[in-house]
């Protein structure tokens, strides 16, 4: 067991120096990438964290006049970015060109004296701007522009989408929609910096890093802020040589890495609960298989879970990136797939049998690599193309997988976003569920090691399924779908664009039919013992009917998603 463990340690010790040269190579590698246009994951994530840690997050009046905020502001440094968003009220991100700026800026911040009550006096990087009563309120309020941070609701976006002229088109068109702006991701960054703060006091040379959605290029408005706290590099190694004597810091010590994990998470979460300003309804959910604290950031509007020790869904999150740069259509299709999923209720933001956003993109991951021509490599495939500095192995298992994309050569596929939509329907549609796993490691079907319902192997962690969760009538529902979804995708009605009564009404057609409330669905559970006295057909019919009868209202019933 001993030499298990140190076995254990000596390969995180391995995957931290590889991350410790990471960062020091970071600045070679982001001004290489930059110039041959891509950036590694790991130097785009440095980069955007060490914005956010010169950056502040501020409050500010309604009636704020943007010259006279920023000549306010400026005053404590050079400004190199900033964007005002509504959430509570109007804030404003402000990312300095130095560090020393926030020094300066925060030198001249007070505590606020409240009434009744007492403050706690934690000084971050959360401010509040006020009027000192001094100098002319000016209301030119109106020429702020404000950064949207959630999606538009689904009757907005079939409209979006039925406008468009090709179904290709539409699936650009929602991609565009849908991702997260610059501006919210670098939200993102500073909300897991200000986090940072608080967990600093304890650990100083702690990370807290995004993962997930939020960096993974599959991000939709609106999604959860997924974080991880890093405190690997405070492990490093610092033995002197020659002398024969070395000093180690006293540590206490847990049962295990989960028991520690527990607690350095517990008294994270009792911090950002009693100091954290704008941080609400915390909970510790540690008996997790994956230990977390969740709560939501009010500034931001972000839903926010963190976790620690947890590299492994980091270098997912890097896999997904990866996957999503290698070909624009990767991500257009995952983002019409999700949000076709998630219409339908086939995802859902409660935790339950559903299938997630993640089984989801790798679902469609691994119809990319069966195509006839490849669309995209398998994992293995990436993982030998690795060079010996991206070697990764996290906690035993293997996680290498190649960081300079242009040696990855990929096949020569011209399928068009629409035949890509209409074959990913028939293929799970159709697909030997009860016999097969998916493994995008392989990139073949395999025999299923075990008899849940769906069984999609974890790609580096190769002994789980992601998809543990889902049970048969979830599995049911998204076959049904995926089969009228294909059907649907055959008929002359939905293929094409027809002339609306005016140019702004046109009806649903496309992308946009598909994310019409389903006869299958909406029958539910008692709907699947109707099908047997209503063929397919005829359910397809009634579907139809309805989409010609519904010109203009697209998703009228359909609730924001
Ligand atoms: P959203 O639904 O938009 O939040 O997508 P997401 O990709 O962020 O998914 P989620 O918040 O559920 O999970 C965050 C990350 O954790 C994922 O991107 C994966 O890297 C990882 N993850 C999620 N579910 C699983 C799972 O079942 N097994 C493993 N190993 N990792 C998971
Ligand atoms: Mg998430």
Redesign the pocket.
């Known amino acids: 067991q001993l030499s298990q463990k140190s076995d254990l340690r000596a390969r995180r010790i391995l995957t931290r120096s590889t991350f410790a040269t990471k960062a020091q190579t970071v600045k070679k590698t982001l001004q290489a990438g930059a110039a041959a246009g891509k950036e590694s994951f790991s130097a785009l994530q440095e980069e955007r964290r060490e914005q956010a840690e010169r950056s502040v997050l501020i409050s500010c009046p309604p009636n704020i006049n943007q010259k006279k905020f920023l000549d306010y502001i400026s005053k404590h440094g050079h400004i190199q970015n900033h964007f005002f968003y509504q959430s509570y009220g109007i804030y404003a991100v402000v990312e300095y060109a130095t560090k020393d700026s926030i020094t300066a800026l925060k030198a001249n911040c007070s505590i606020p004296s409240v009434q009744h009550e007492a403050a706690v006096p934690f000084k971050s990087r959360l401010l509040s701007l006020k009027w000192t009563g001094q100098g002319s309120q000016s209301n030119a309020s109106n020429t702020l522009k404000l950064q949207k941070h959630l999606p538009i609701p689904v009757n907005e976006l079939t409209q979006h989408l039925c406008k468009q002229e090709s179904i290709d088109q539409q699936l650009q068109c929602l991609t565009d929609l849908y991702q997260l702006t610059e501006e919210n991701i670098s939200l993102r960054f500073l909300v897991c910096s200000l986090l940072r703060d608080i967990a600093a006091a304890y650990f100083p040379e702690c990370i807290i890093r995004p993962?997930?959605?939020?960096v993974?290029s599959?991000?939709?408005l609106g999604?959860?802020l997924?974080m991880f706290l890093d405190l690997d590099g405070i492990s490093g190694q610092n033995q002197r040589k020659g002398s024969g004597l070395s000093l180690e810091y006293q540590v206490k010590q847990g049962t295990s890495e989960r028991t520690v994990t527990q607690s350095v998470l517990s008294v994270i979460g009792e911090c950002v609960d009693q100091f954290g300003p704008g941080c609400v309804g915390v909970q510790k959910i540690l008996n997790a298989r994956c230990p977390l604290v969740r709560f939501a950031h009010q500034p931001s509007g972000f839903q926010c879970?963190l976790t620690a020790n947890n590299r492994?869904?980091m270098k997912?999150?890097e896999l997904?990136f990866v996957y999503g740069k290698l070909d624009a259509r990767v991500r257009h299709l995952v983002f019409a797939v999700r949000c076709w999923a998630r219409v339908h209720g086939i995802t859902s933001s409660i935790p339950g049998a559903w299938i997630?956003?993640?089984s989801l993109?790798v679902l469609v991951l691994f119809f990319l690599q069966r195509r006839t021509q490849p669309l995209l490599p398998t994992l293995d495939q990436l993982r030998d193309l690795a060079d010996p500095s991206d070697q990764c192995v996290i906690e035993g298992n293997e996680c290498t997988i190649v960081s300079d994309l242009s040696k990855i050569k990929l096949q020569k596929n011209t399928d068009t976003l629409e035949k890509l939509l209409q074959e990913f329907f028939e293929f799970y549609g159709n697909f030997a569920f009860s016999s097969t796993s998916i493994n995008i490691r392989k990139g073949k079907e395999q025999n299923k090691p075990e008899s849940t319902p769906l069984h999609i192997q974890?790609p580096f962690?190769t002994g789980?399924n992601?998809s543990k969760n889902v049970n048969t009538t979830q599995l049911e529902r998204f076959v049904a779908l995926c089969r009228e979804s294909a059907w649907l995708l055959e008929q002359k009605e939905v293929l094409k664009r027809s002339a609306g009564q005016s140019a702004d009404v046109i009806p649903p057609w496309g992308l946009a039919a598909l994310l019409l409330p389903s006869v299958a669905q909406s029958a539910g559970v008692k709907g699947r013992r109707k099908k047997k006295h209503h063929p397919a057909s005829e359910r397809i019919k009634s579907l139809l009917e309805s989409l010609k009868s519904s010109s203009g209202g697209a998703g009228a019933k359909q609730s924001a998603v």
């Open positions: 993962f997930g959605s939020t993974n599959f991000g939709k999604c959860d997924d879970d492994v869904a997912s999150s997904l997630t956003n993640f993109t974890n962690e789980l992601i």
